[in-house]
């Protein structure tokens, strides 16, 4: 080797080694004050067994200790859980019916006291067997769950009805707090508007609608953390508001997404001030049929509405100014489970020739003898993206001939209309916070079986493959299965079209370090990890 | 003049209970309620049974009738009942919200009686010259702009023009202080909003001003005064300008009144937590007991600006308080 | 006698009506044109805005409701002289269609709510008594009722739709109408006349309709002009908050909601000529019936 070479040997091993260097490890620096911005009015109460509104979980997670989670430094993992509160992840004993939760033992109470498994099991017998007057939002999700015990004061034990794959996924729910059992027995209602828990950061003050303040717990049993001296959120439903405050620099980051235009403008005039995270988000909308309603009930109708809609040109233009981006079937676009490009293209609605698409569609309606058909679209009362969805698939439908007015009515109507099937052709929601391809797939089916579907069909065949899927223990198999159930439901039936998925695009002010971005804007809240480079 | 007093608050009542009536019957045709939005809000799962055990607890399934009953025996004993959102007693979260919209709504009234009343003042001093057709002009430009168009304009303007002047955008501060704990910071909350509101405020009684001005001074007494030379000219003129005050202060009564519309778009533009914008909450909410709440305030405000501003009439204008 | 300013406009609007030299209407115009130019400045933008809705079918080059997303967001230029939205739809094309839309909704609104303001205003004047007392608490009632109320329960029960829209905003309007009507009208109940017509056997309606009301017809435009502008304004702030006129239905207030605030910065010309159009509108409009006011009685300084 001559000297040359060995220089440039040299001169390459430094650049790896300053490569490597500022890629990756920094040293958390302690203390400073996070500012961040809650994307919604002030949640209705501080419980989160109650409450369902991903505001509850940004206002107020920071203060709280969940007994699993998704992990911190890798919350876009689909299939890994970690402890919060337990000791190590338990294997299943009991042909799968039995879940041991060892408790750790250095947790203390943001008021001295020392948490046991009593208030585990406390706090869960509220979630999954709420007593008379006690609202608890996830009673079906534990639907698997027999009896909770706590044999003595480090162990929590689940049993089962059965076995389900279900079950660890839906007991890292990021509302399912621990509270205390001693003020629980004084006063179920406590923690509705009081805050006292064992998470990384106390609470300190509320104002009303406006916001929430707390600063760093130091008997945080996860050592080292939280590496913030103090935190503040604040409540801002306007999106200009949230886009200006991060301009300015008054606040660091917000959690929930901002639209390509909000990032654009930030990177724009922010320059090297603003990182931004972003990543698929487990929520899309889906246009449901009124399959009680003509001509919603005959197939050629719903499939030449599919066909319609240019979901390949749409969502690369939606993408510029709504929080939408990846085309996909029924399984969220990241995940194993997920069609390939060329699986999709097999369905109606996912032609690669639209043109085609289209004369099929009007050959539809012809033949079904809804030539001229006019509906109304009911809508949310949400710019991002439904109204922007909305709009877009209006234009699509237009190019086949069908009028469509879009009736947009706030939240608590358009729930209504779902649910008591007053609507013709609605634009529906499907958002659940840890990806779960199996039980969120459960949309599609009929609404006996599925008490958030809509459509008002009946489906025998649609359950049967379900199930089918769902009890696959084969990786392979399973996929092959969910391949037919999603053909069945998109292709065949055309019970739904699926619009592009959400897109989480979070700006953050540069100086924000240690948090990473999930499909969830549920997931990895409680903020333990974040520190502040400056 | 008690009688007077006494058969105005009398007649109030109806008009009290005609809005609640109002509001009760409205809330209620929405379809949907407050327990659905509350707990299906995410998309995900609503569990039938917690959003019945919710209904339950709020008393929503029980029959119209007593409903309406609960209602106003509520507000005879002056319990005003407690948020069906979030659980807070409704005097609290008015309570809290009210520092906000009260100071915009008084330096809105303050820019106006400032501004206003000298430019009316002088723009029907000088009628038809060029001076008038201008304060003219921006008078009814201010009462044909849209408030939050206005609102959502400054701010770009003000954001831009810093970026441009120092390399750094500037926007207001975000979370309100009151005014005595930090004045500053307050007051670059409040400033923009308040002339937003107050611009066509202040644009109506400009109005107002003028044209009452030009009535007064067309009366015979001021003609012949001014004809009598400067000194009596100045006298006479203040002396008119009194005269003409009356419907301008009678309007500015009223106007004040009217500005808690103008507050809801202006706090959404600008997320002030004030009254207006927990009113647009509770009615998107569908918390029947605060919007409730929070219309009888409306209503109340405004028969009591009402009565105040006719007795205020009466009681200046001796034509009237003999009739 | 009733708490309320003597209007003696009303009356001395009567006494002037004795017979004047005739003269033809042109003549009357260019009067009017030449005592009041900003009143003929005002009439001239309504005209226009006017011709603009009704013309809108030939002088807008594109679809007003067909995106476009190679075009979006784009800045004004030759081929798009407003600049495109966010959807890539041409803005002036949104602005000549929603011309057509504020017209109307505002038209409609300010001439319903106006003349059922007017006829229960009047006869609330002339029959007095139980039925007066009755229809000022009504009044008050609706008077202080917010808006955004109305709107809210109008578009949850009906959907919404020009037609809702209209709607909801005429229902404020009758109050504010009906309380000034009634005031004119309690002048004119007590002139002899109408004790004399009542004397020879004349109906109620009769009465009203062909003594009363014109009489009261002088400020009664002037603040129909008003709330031709008013309800422009409020369906601006009701698509604002989303309870207007729905996408994709070219309105001007509709196009300063959601796309244009957020958009503010990087693309203002989205926010700046649909608030630009209202502003001129209203503008003109309110010129318009000032300068209508100053000509028929210069004695007339009521609001």
Redesign the interface.
């Given at each position: 080797m001559n000297l040359r070479t060995g220089l440039w040997t040299a001169g390459l091993g430094l650049a790896a080694v300053i490569a490597a260097s500022s890629a990756g490890a920094q040293t958390p620096k302690r203390g400073g004050t996070l500012t961040y911005m809650i994307s919604a009015?002030?949640s209705?109460?501080f419980d989160g067994h109650r409450?369902?509104?991903?505001a509850t979980v940004h206002a107020v997670a920071p203060y709280y200790s969940v007994l699993i989670r998704v992990p911190p430094d890798n919350p876009a993992s689909t299939t890994e859980f970690v402890c919060d509160l337990c000791t190590e992840m338990p294997k299943p004993t009991d042909g799968g019916k039995t879940y041991t939760f060892k408790i750790r033992q250095d947790v203390k109470w943001h008021d001295g006291s020392k948490l046991t498994a009593k208030d585990v099991l406390a706090s869960w017998n509220k979630i999954v067997f709420p007593p008379q007057?006690i609202?608890?939002?996830?009673?079906?999700?534990y639907s698997m769950v027999e009896k909770i015990e706590a044999p003595d004061d480090a162990t929590v034990v689940f049993r089962l009805k059965y076995p389900s794959a279900a079950f660890i996924p839906a007991l890292a729910d990021p509302f399912t707090w621990i509270y205390k059992k001693e003020t629980l027995d004084k006063d179920p209602h406590w923690y509705?508007?009081n805050i006292m828990g064992s998470g990384p950061f106390k609470f300190v003050s509320y104002?009303?609608?406006?916001?929430i303040k707390g600063v760093r717990n130091p008997d945080y049993y996860h050592k080292g953390q939280p590496y913030l001296d103090a935190i503040?959120g604040?409540?801002?439903?306007?999106?200009?508001?949230r886009?200006?405050?991060l301009?300015?620099d008054?606040?660091a980051v917000e959690f929930r997404g901002m639209?390509p235009?909000?990032r654009?403008?930030l990177v724009?005039?922010a320059g090297k001030d603003i990182v931004v995270q972003d990543s698929d988000w487990n929520?899309g909308n889906i246009i449901t049929f009124n399959q009680k309603k003509k001509p919603f009930d005959d197939v050629r109708v719903r499939r030449a509405l599919a066909l319609a809609v240019d979901q390949w040109?749409?969502a690369p233009?939606l993408s510029?100014?709504a929080i939408v981006r990846s085309v996909g079937g029924i399984v969220f676009p990241g995940s194993p489970l997920a069609a390939t490009k060329e699986e999709l293209q097999q369905m109606a609605g996912y032609w690669p020739d639209i043109e085609k698409a289209r004369a099929e569609a009007k050959r539809l309606l012809k033949e079904a003898g809804a030539e001229n058909l006019k509906f109304?679209l009911t809508n949310r009362?949400v710019?991002q993206p439904y109204?922007?969805v909305?709009?877009?698939l209006?234009?699509e439908w237009?190019k086949i001939g069908v009028q469509v007015?879009?009736?947009?009515?706030?939240?608590?109507?358009?729930?209504?209309?779902m649910?008591?099937g007053?609507f013709d052709v609605v634009v529906d929601?499907?958002?659940?916070?840890v990806v779960n391809p199996a039980l969120d797939t459960g949309k599609y089916l009929p609404q006996k079986v599925y008490?958030?579907s809509y459509g008002g069909y009946d489906d025998p065949k649609s359950i049967e493959l379900y199930n089918k899927m769902l009890y696959e223990t084969d990786p392979k198999a399973q996929r092959a299965a969910m391949r037919v159930y999603e053909k069945h439901t998109l292709d065949t039936m055309a019970h739904s079209i699926i619009t592009p998925y959400w897109y989480r695009i979070v700006p953050v002010r540069s100086y924000v370090k240690g948090w990473k971005i999930s499909p969830s804007h549920?997931l990895n809240q409680d903020l333990a990890n974040i520190w502040l480079d400056r | 003049m008690y009688r007077y007093i006494v058969k105005r608050l009398l007649l109030a009542v109806p008009t009290l209970v005609g809005a609640a009536a109002l509001v009760f019957v409205l809330m209620r045709l929405i379809p949907g309620d407050v327990c659905v939005i509350r707990l299906g809000s995410g998309g995900a799962h609503v569990d039938p049974a917690s959003v019945e055990a919710c209904r339950q607890q709020l008393g929503l399934n029980n029959p119209m009738i007593v409903q309406f009953l609960d209602f106003l025996w509520s507000y005879i004993s002056l319990d005003f009942g407690t948020s069906m959102w979030s659980g807070h007693p409704v005097t609290e979260e008015i309570a809290a919200r009210l520092p906000v919209s009260l100071q915009i709504a008084l330096m809105a009234t303050v820019i106006a009686v400032l501004i206003a009343i000298p430019l009316g003042t002088i723009s029907a001093l000088k009628e038809n010259t060029w001076l008038d057709h201008v304060v003219r002009m921006v008078a009814i430009a201010g009462i044909a702009t849209p408030s939050f168009w206005l609102g959502i304009m400054s701010l770009v303007l003000v954001l831009d023009i810093t970026y441009l002047a120092t390399g750094k955008a500037w926007m207001p501060p975000i979370d309100y202080v009151p005014f005595w704990q930090d004045p500053i910071r307050n007051l670059s909350i409040v400033m923009l909003p308040a002339i937003t509101v107050g611009y066509r405020y202040s644009a109506v009684t400009m109005r107002m001003t003028r044209s009452a001005m030009l009535e007064v001074l067309r009366e015979d007494y001021i003609r012949t005064a001014r004809s009598k030379g400067l000194l009596e000219q100045i006298v006479v003129n203040r002396h008119a300008l009194k005269n003409a005050l009356l419907p301008v202060v009678t309007l500015i009564g009223i106007e004040f009144a009217f500005l808690i519309g103008g507050l809801v778009v202006t706090e959404q533009v600008f997320n002030l937590n004030g009254i207006g914008r927990l009113f647009v909450q509770a009615v998107q909410n569908q918390d029947n007991v605060l919007t409730q709440a929070l219309v009888m305030l409306v209503v109340v405000i405004f028969v009591v600006t009402n009565l105040v501003v006719d007795l205020l009439y009466a009681w200046l204008d001796p034509r009237i308080r003999f009739s | 006698m009733t708490i309320v300013a003597p209007n003696r406009a009303a009356v001395a609007g009567l006494v002037e009506e004795l017979p004047e030299r005739k003269r033809s209407l042109p003549g009357i115009a260019l009067d009017f044109c030449r005592r009041q130019p900003l009143g003929t400045f005002g009439l001239l933008i309504v005209v226009i805005m006017f011709v603009a809705g009704v013309s809108a079918g030939w002088i807008a080059p594109y679809d007003p409701e067909e995106n476009d997303f190679n075009a979006m967001m784009e800045a004004p230029s030759w081929a798009h002289v407003l600049g495109t939205d966010q959807l890539g739809r041409d803005i002036f094309s949104r602005l000549v269609y929603g011309a057509r839309t504020a017209l109307i909704v505002g038209f409609s609104a300010a001439f319903v709510g106006g003349a059922i303001g007017l006829v229960l205003g009047v006869s609330s004047a002339y029959f007095g008594g139980w039925f007066d007392l009755g229809f000022q608490r009504v009044l008050d009632v609706l008077m202080a009722f917010p808006l955004i109320i109305l709107a809210l329960a109008v578009v949850a029960v009906f959907g919404t739709g020009v037609f809702n829209v209209i709607l909801a905003i005429t229902i404020p309007l009758i109050p504010r109408c009906g309380r000034v009507v009634r005031a004119s009208a309690l002048a004119v109940r007590e002139i002899p006349y109408v004790d004399a017509a009542r004397a020879l056997g004349f109906g109620h309606a009769r009465i009203v309709l062909r003594h009363m009301v014109p009489n009261v017809v002088a400020p009664f435009l002037i603040m129909l002009s008003a709330f031709v502008g008013q309800a422009i304004l409020a369906e601006a702030s009701l698509s604002y908050l989303g309870l207007g006129v729905q996408e994709p239905v070219p309105a001007w207030g509709l196009m300063l909601q959601g796309g244009a605030e957020e958009y503010a910065t990087t693309a203002p010309w989205i926010a700046v000529f649909p608030g630009l159009a209202i502003m001129l509108t209203v503008l003109g409009i309110s010129l318009f019936g000032d300068a209508l006011r100053d000509a028929i009685d210069p004695k007339l300084r009521d609001r």
């Open positions: 009015d002030a209705p109460s409450e369902t509104t991903f007057g609202t608890s939002a996830r009673v079906s999700y509705e508007k104002a009303i609608g406006q916001s503040e604040i409540f801002a439903a306007k999106q200009s508001v886009v200006d405050a301009r300015g008054r606040a639209p235009s909000a654009d403008e724009k005039e929520c040109k749409g233009a510029k100014i109304e009362n710019d109204k922007f909305g709009t877009w209006i234009g237009k007015e879009q009736k947009v009515v706030p939240t608590g109507p358009w729930f209504q209309a649910r008591g007053t929601a499907n958002c659940q916070s008490p958030e549920y | - | -």
